[in-house]
């Protein structure tokens, strides 16, 4: 019995881990796609973190780095683990990052975080369904 509980845990927790960065995956993707652009520095300083929020900035960051970013970001989200216990963290640290969050431009007057978080649930439900089955 302990190994086909060890195998399940496996799959279970493969699954798991799949969903959870998928989640993560897409959840980056849409609040740095939403955040404001005047020369693309708040876009450009979303981290992915594990274990604590990444909150380092680069103020010289341009909308030219933002690729590098995803990329990098994407990078990390694989190497999260959370059904072995990690909790992962999307962040920016620029100190008017929350100005931006509450509306204070007219390009995200709704913010970039909050609606993610409001319109993910029926996206993970389906990503949880297509897991599931595949």
């Given at each position: 019995?302990?190994?086909?509980?060890?195998?399940?845990?496996?799959?279970?927790?493969?699954?798991?881990?799949?969903?959870?960065?998928?989640?993560?995956?897409?959840?980056?993707?849409?609040?740095?796609?939403?955040?404001?652009?005047?020369?693309?520095?708040?876009?450009?300083?979303?981290?992915?973190?594990?274990?604590?929020?990444?909150?380092?900035?680069?103020?010289?960051?341009?909308?030219?780095?933002?690729?590098?970013?995803?990329?990098?970001?994407?990078?990390?989200?694989?190497?999260?683990?959370?059904?072995?216990?990690?909790?992962?963290?999307?962040?920016?640290?620029?100190?008017?990052?929350?100005?931006l969050e509450n509306g204070s431009s007219k390009q995200a007057p709704q913010g970039?975080?909050?609606?993610?978080?409001?319109?993910?649930?029926?996206?993970?439900e389906g990503e949880a369904r297509r897991l599931r089955n595949g």
């Open positions: 019995m302990g190994e086909a509980r060890r195998n399940a845990d496996r799959i279970v927790g493969s699954r798991g881990d799949k969903f959870g960065r998928a989640v993560m995956l897409e959840a980056m993707g849409r609040i740095m796609k939403r955040t404001p652009v005047d020369k693309g520095t708040a876009r450009a300083n979303w981290n992915v973190s594990r274990g604590a929020p990444d909150t380092s900035t680069d103020p010289a960051a341009t909308i030219a780095d933002v690729g590098a970013k995803r990329a990098r970001n994407g990078g990390r989200i694989a190497g999260i683990r959370l059904f072995e216990g990690d909790t992962g963290y999307i962040a920016n640290g620029l100190p008017y990052i929350n100005a970039m975080a909050k609606v993610t978080i409001e319109e993910l649930r029926p996206w993970a």
